[in-house]
């Protein structure tokens, strides 16, 4: 079945750009999302990429898209302490609706 | 965007007890579903809420222990029936929301964190 992997776990310093990795297995994907989930709370959606497109940047968000090795990684530019959660990859295929997740990446930001 | 509205946001439920959560969105949708998360875990899709007819379960759960009902196209329940401490989570519900412009994009609710005691 489908499948999407991330790393656990990122520690970069206030300020440093954070990138965060996910590969999914699905080559029907159609969109692929990045969520970030605050403690206590429910997900954001912070942006989608359309996997006809290859890269999207909104504010200090970047991601590109490698649809030929199936990777898809997440660019925080100037990295703050807000920015410290669990970051989740969901891909969704057939216009579905339907997501299947990543494990999620904890970022943990040092001052 | 979509505003996906959930109900309770919080509760600490007894065992045996079932529980009905609420979803509510803003404006019409065609596709709502609800999803689980387990402590330290990931998101996991429990069903399709269909307006009109029977939800669609996905592997590994069944309409016994998460009914759900979808009246109409800006609301939807799921209840956890004779809950244990292993459906202790968080329950989110999402939206497949059609974008002005064209396109799709999904929205979650803040999500139900259910305790079980």
């Known amino acids: ?13 206030e ?7 996910c590969t999914y297995t699905d080559s029907s994907s ?10 206590g709370a429910g997900l954001q959606l912070l ?7 290859d890269m999207k940047q909104d504010q200090r968000l970047t991601v590109l898209l490698n649809k030929k090795d199936k990777h898809l990684s997440l660019r925080i530019a100037d990295t703050q302490t ?17 997501l299947i997740f990543g494990q999620g990446t904890t970022l943990q930001v040092k001052p | 965007s979509a505003v996906i509205s959930q109900k309770p946001s919080r509760d600490i439920c007894q065992r045996g007890t079932s529980l009905t959560i609420q979803c509510q969105v803003d404006s019409q949708v065609t596709m709502m579903f609800w999803y689980r998360q387990q402590p330290g875990q990931s998101l996991t899709l429990i069903a399709t809420a269909n307006q009109g007819s029977e939800a669609t379960y996905e592997s590994g759960f069944v309409i016994d222990k998460f009914p759900i009902s979808r009246p109409n196209l800006t609301f939807s329940t799921l209840t956890v029936s ?7 989570s968080i329950y989110l519900c999402s939206v497949d929301f059609s974008l002005p ?3 799709n994009t999904i929205y979650f609710g803040e999500g139900s964190w259910l305790t079980v005691v």
């Open chain 1, 82 to 98: 807000g920015d410290s959660a669990i970051y989740f990859c969901a891909e969704t295929s057939h216009n579905t609706g339907k």
């Open chain 2, 82 to 88: 004779n809950m244990s401490p292993e459906d202790s």
């Open chain 1, 1 to 13: 079945g489908e499948d999407v992997e991330q790393s656990l776990f990122l520690s970069v310093r």
């Open chain 1, 47 to 53: 942006t989608y990429i359309f996997s006809n497109m």
């Open chain 1, 30 to 39: 159609t969109y692929l999302y990045w969520y970030k989930q605050e403690p």
């Open chain 2, 101 to 103: 412009g064209g396109g």
């Open chain 1, 15 to 21: 300020g440093d750009s954070s990138v965060i990795n």
